[in-house]
C-alpha cells in the first residue's frame, strides 16, 4: 500500500496518520509568526504541524531532501516550522531540517518555511 495518496487540489494524504499535507511548500524563510498567519489565511482547518507530525515526514533513507520527494516534490532542504513550543522557552519553537531529518529548536523571530497540515476527511 502507498504511504502517500496524492490529490488533484495539490493536497496529499497521509494513510498512515490519516493527516492531510499541502503537498506544496506554503511559504518560504518566514518567521513563526508570518508561519501562523501564512496557514490562518488558508482557513478550511489548515494549521501549523506539531513537531510529531512534521518529523513523521522525515525519511532518514533520503537527504537533501529527506522527505518522500514524489509525494513533496518542491521541499526545500531547509528548516520547517512546528506549533510546538519549546518547554523550556516559550519564545521558541521546534522546527525540522529536511537536508538530513532532523529537529532543534529555533527563536520564533528566525525564519524557517511551512508546510500546512490538516485533519483527515
Request: charged share 20%; glycine share 4%; net charge negative.
Amino acid at each position: 500500500m502507498t504511504r502517500f495518496v496524492q490529490h488533484d487540489n495539490d493536497t496529499v494524504t497521509d494513510t498512515q496518520t490519516g493527516l492531510i499535507w499541502m503537498k506544496k511548500t506554503l511559504v518560504k524563510d518566514v518567521t513563526h509568526q508570518d508561519a501562523e498567519q501564512a496557514v490562518a489565511d488558508l482557513g478550511d482547518g489548515w494549521r501549523l504541524p506539531t513537531i510529531q507530525e512534521l518529523f513523521s515526514l522525515a525519511d532518514h533513507s533520503k537527504h537533501s531532501p529527506a522527505i518522500d520527494a514524489d509525494a513533496f516534490p518542491d521541499t526545500e532542504s531547509d528548516w520547517y516550522w512546528t506549533s510546538t513550543s519549546c518547554a523550556w522557552n516559550d519564545s521558541a519553537r521546534w522546527v525540522v531540517y529536511f537536508y538530513y531529518g532532523y529537529v532543534n529548536n529555533y527563536p520564533r523571530h528566525y525564519y524557517a518555511c511551512v508546510r500546512a497540515v490538516r485533519a483527515g476527511q
